[in-house]
C-alpha cells in the first residue's frame, strides 16, 4: 500500500500511526471549491427547514394535523443539514474519518434515524391526504392533532429502536486502514431494510397517491360540471378542491422524496464493489440534496409558506398577537 513507501508526497491521515490510511491528492483551489460548496449545502439545508419549523410552530393558524408531519419532516431534513452532511463532506473532501470507530457507528445510526423518519413523515402525509380526499367527512373524527402527534412520536421511536437493532450487529471490516469509516451491516439486515424500510412504505405511497389522483379527478369533474350550469358551488365543494391542491402539491414533494431514495436503496442491493466510487457517491449526496429541496417545494406551491418567511425574516413574528395572525389572507395584518 501507499502508507509502506517512503514517497515525501504521500499524505496520511494520521501520520504517527505505521497501519493509517493514506490521503486522497487535491489541490488547494479544489479543497477552497468543496468546503465552500458543501458548507453552503448544510447552511441552506438548516436554514430553510428552520424556516419551516418557525412558520408551523408560531402561527395558530398553521397548527393542523397535514403541517404537524410537515414539521416532522422539517426537523429530519433539518439533522440532515445540521450533523449529516457537514460530517459526509468532511469525509469525501479529506478522504478520512476524523472521528474514531466508536462515533463511525453511533454516525450510521444517526443517519439511519433520520432518513428513516423523513420516509416515515411521508407516508404519514401520504395517509393524511387520503383521508382528506376520498373521505372528506370522517377526516375530523379520524385525524386530530393529538391523534397526528402521537403517530408521529411513535415512528421517531420505532426508527430509533429499529437502528439500534441494527447497530448492534454492526461489525468493523478487519481488512480496513486507521482512519477510514466502513460498517459492515449482514445481508439479512439488508433485505430486512429494504422490505420494511423501501419497498412497504413505497408500496402504500405510490397505491395511496393513485388512489387520491382517481378520485380527486372525479371531484373536479363533478365540481366543473355543476359551475358550467350556473349552480351555485357550495363551500364543501370549495373545500375539496382546496384539499385536492394540497395533495397535489404534497404529491409533488413525495414523489421527489421517492426519486431521490430508489437510487440509494439499489445501490443497498449491489455490492459497493461493483460501483465506482464517484457514482456511489453522487447516489447518496441525492438523498442528502432531498433535505435542501423539501422546503423549496413549499415555497413554490404554498402562498401561506411565503408569506411566514416574509414575517420572520421582517422580524414581525416578535410582534404582540402575530401569532394569531391569519397567513391564509392576502392583505397584511
Request: hydrophobic share 50%; aromatic share 14%.
Amino acid at each position: 500500500m501507499a502508507y509502506e513507501t517512503e514517497d515525501h508526497e504521500t499524505q496520511y491521515c494520521f501520520p504517527g500511526i505505521n497501519s493509517s490510511c493514506t490521503k486522497g491528492k487535491r489541490s488547494r483551489h479544489e479543497y477552497n471549491v468543496l468546503y465552500v460548496f458543501f458548507s453552503l449545502l448544510s447552511a441552506l439545508t438548516v436554514f430553510l427547514n428552520l424556516l419551516v419549523i418557525i412558520s408551523i410552530s408560531h402561527f395558530k393558524k398553521l397548527h393542523t394535523p397535514t403541517n404537524l408531519v410537515i414539521l416532522s419532516l422539517a426537523v429530519s431534513d433539518m439533522l440532515i443539514g445540521l450533523i449529516v452532511i457537514p460530517i459526509e463532506a468532511i469525509k469525501l473532501i479529506e478522504t478520512c474519518w476524523y472521528f474514531r470507530d466508536t462515533f463511525c457507528s453511533l454516525f450510521v445510526l444517526i443517519i439511519g434515524l433520520v432518513l428513516q423518519a423523513s420516509l416515515s413523515s411521508s407516508v404519514l402525509i401520504a395517509i393524511d391526504r387520503f383521508v382528506a380526499v376520498c373521505h372528506p367527512l370522517q377526516y375530523p373524527q379520524k385525524i386530530s392533532m393529538t391523534r397526528m402527534l402521537i403517530v408521529i412520536c411513535l415512528c421517531w421511536f420505532f426508527s430509533l429502536a429499529y437502528n439500534i437493532a441494527i447497530a448492534i450487529s454492526f461489525s468493523h471490516r478487519a481488512d480496513v486502514c486507521y482512519g477510514e469509516c466502513n460498517i459492515m451491516i449482514t445481508y439479512e439486515w439488508r433485505v430486512n431494510d429494504l422490505i420494511f424500510c423501501f419497498l412497504f412504505p413505497c408500496t402504500v405511497i405510490i397505491t395511496l397517491y393513485l388512489r387520491i389522483f382517481y378520485v380527486a379527478q372525479k371531484q373536479v369533474k363533478v365540481i366543473n360540471s355543476l359551475m358550467k350550469r350556473g349552480k351555485c358551488v357550495m363551500g364543501g365543494s370549495v373545500r375539496r378542491k382546496s384539499e385536492t391542491k394540497a395533495a397535489l402539491t404534497l404529491g409533488i414533494n413525495v414523489a421527489v422524496h421517492l426519486l431521490c431514495w430508489i437510487p440509494y436503496y439499489i445501490l443497498t442491493l449491489t455490492e459497493n464493489s461493483a460501483i465506482p466510487p464517484n457514482i456511489l457517491y453522487c447516489l447518496v449526496w441525492v438523498l442528502y440534496v432531498n433535505s435542501c429541496l423539501n422546503p423549496l417545494i413549499y415555497a413554490l406551491f404554498y402562498p401561506w409558506f411565503r408569506k411566514s418567511i416574509k414575517y420572520i425574516l421582517t422580524f414581525r413574528i416578535f410582534q404582540p398577537a402575530s401569532s394569531r395572525v391569519d397567513i391564509f389572507t392576502n392583505h397584511h395584518s
